[in-house]
């Protein structure tokens, strides 16, 4: 059994900061391709960052690039998703799944995915 947890998500003003957390039961993430993905309300789910894709590269958003920044603890088996500089425009729900892989120019989670953390940005 694959069990993905997002935590760290609420509210914040714009030029807040937050640090996301992807936790997992039945796997090591460091074994695989781990990624965060939001959806922000009426658009389509997109790749925020993968550390390791299926490929071998990094994915990064343009939009997110020099703001936010993966990371991961390997002893505690925990993936990290720091966030710095938040505007109105990364209100979503964030993700964190496995199996990221680069299509075109998108980033998709092809394995497990967590339930999803949500990311307020309001003053």
């Known amino acids: 059994q694959v069990q993905i947890r997002e935590s760290g998500g609420g509210l914040v003003q714009p030029g807040g900061s937050l640090r996301l957390s992807c936790t997992a039961s039945?796997?090591?993430?460091?074994?695989?391709?781990v990624g965060w993905f939001r959806q922000a309300p009426g658009k389509e789910r997109e790749g925020v960052s993968c550390g390791r894709t299926t490929g071998g590269g990094t994915f990064i958003a343009d939009s997110v690039k020099g703001r936010f920044t993966i990371s991961k603890d390997n002893t505690k088996n925990i993936v990290y998703l720091q966030m710095n500089n938040l505007q109105p425009e990364d209100t979503a729900v964030y993700y964190c799944a496995t199996g990221c892989t680069v299509v075109g120019d998108r980033a998709r989670g092809l394995g497990s995915w967590g339930r999803g953390t949500q990311v307020t940005v309001s003053s």
């Open positions: 039945g796997i090591t993430l460091d074994n695989y391709s």
